[in-house]
């Protein structure tokens, strides 16, 4: 048994993976300060610890606490849209609460230190797929954030004896998932389709996206935390390129209705095009991506109707 100290356990994302550390058997204690997470997306037999990232002194007593065997990093301010208003917020959550847990994880000599990263580093791509050496010029506060982020936690790994990585999720998407997350268009989709409402498209939804499932994303993470080998910047995605249109007409079987979408303008800055490469991380430790699109698509749209 392992004691993991995860932050962002109430979230979406974090409770797939304390469920998947639980079930082995492991130790996790959640620190979370509830904003866009949950008590009840919380798993039974995880502790939790209400804080906030951003107090270093709560922080480091959290963790000297719990004398963890890792740290499992997903707590972040994780929207472009409020990094646009409030880019010093953003900065503060995901810059400056990285640093406290890099800080209080070297104050008492914590070996692991796995963190949450997103495609939003790279902004617009220049080659598809995109891989980890394609140039990161992000176009928002948050993707800024998030590689000055990755940048510190690979600092440290150089620094002190600590393993570090950096895991940049494509758009992930599953059940408990909330509009408030990176990649909530699923969920927008599911609920207007479920309450008999066409949805919007932003655009002509010939954009693409590369969605990948929460339980894969999870087992990544995992994987991340588990294998020796893994350390610096790893993409989790599920190598596949879906337009807004392909997606929406597979939920749309999903819910049983018409696809029958009504087109607004495009998003300002919006992306045209994205899927990354996970060669990197299959290579290093065996990961691989295993629910296919329209699967992860049906188990999402039962979740919304139950
Ligand atoms: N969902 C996606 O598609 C996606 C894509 C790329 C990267 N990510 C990253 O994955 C991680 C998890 O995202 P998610 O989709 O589960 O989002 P989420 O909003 O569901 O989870 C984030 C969790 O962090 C907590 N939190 C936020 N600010 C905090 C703070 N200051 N102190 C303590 N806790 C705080 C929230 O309450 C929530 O429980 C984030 O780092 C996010 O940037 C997500």
């Known amino acids: 048994m392992q004691t993991i100290f995860m932050t962002g356990g109430a979230g979406f994302i974090g409770s797939h993976v304390a469920e998947r550390l639980l ?124 590689l000055a982020a990755e940048q510190y936690i690979q ?39 479920l309450a008999g409402k066409q949805p919007l498209i932003q655009g002509d939804g010939e954009q693409t996206r590369d969605f990948v499932y929460v339980e894969d994303v999870a087992e990544a993470v995992i994987t991340a935390f588990d294998h020796e080998t893994v350390s610096g910047v790893y993409n989790v995605s599920s190598e596949t390129q879906t337009s807004i249109n392909e997606l929406l007409k597979e939920l749309s079987h999903a819910a049983n209705r018409e696809f029958n979408p009504q087109y607004g303008a495009p998003r300002t800055g919006d992306i045209r095009h994205s899927y990354l490469s996970s060669v990197k991380l299959r290579q290093t430790a065996g990961w691989k991506p295993k629910v296919a699109l329209a699967e992860g698509l049906q188990r999402t749209m039962d979740y919304y109707k139950a």
């Open 155 to 193: 600092s440290y790994a150089r620094l002190y004896p600590i393993r570090t990585a950096a895991l940049r999720f494509a758009n992930v998407y599953g059940p408990r998932q909330t509009v408030e997350t990176e990649a909530g268009v699923i969920t927008i989709f599911c609920e207007a389709l």
């Open 23 to 146: 079930a082995r058997g492991d130790r996790v204690v959640v620190y979370d300060n509830f904003t866009t997470g949950t008590a009840a997306n919380i798993p039974a037999g995880a502790e939790a610890i209400e804080g906030d990232i951003r107090d270093k002194a709560n922080v480091q007593q959290a963790v000297a606490e719990t004398k963890p065997d890792g740290v499992i990093h997903l707590a972040a301010q994780s929207k472009v849209g409020p990094s646009l208003e409030q880019p010093d917020m953003d900065l503060e959550i995901n810059i400056l609460g990285t640093v406290h847990l890099l800080e209080a994880a070297k104050a008492n000599d914590v070996p692991r230190f796995i963190s949450a990263s997103s495609a939003a580093v790279y902004g617009h791509a220049g080659q598809l797929p995109i891989d980890e050496t394609s140039a990161t010029e992000p176009l928002s506060p948050y993707g800024t954030s998030k």
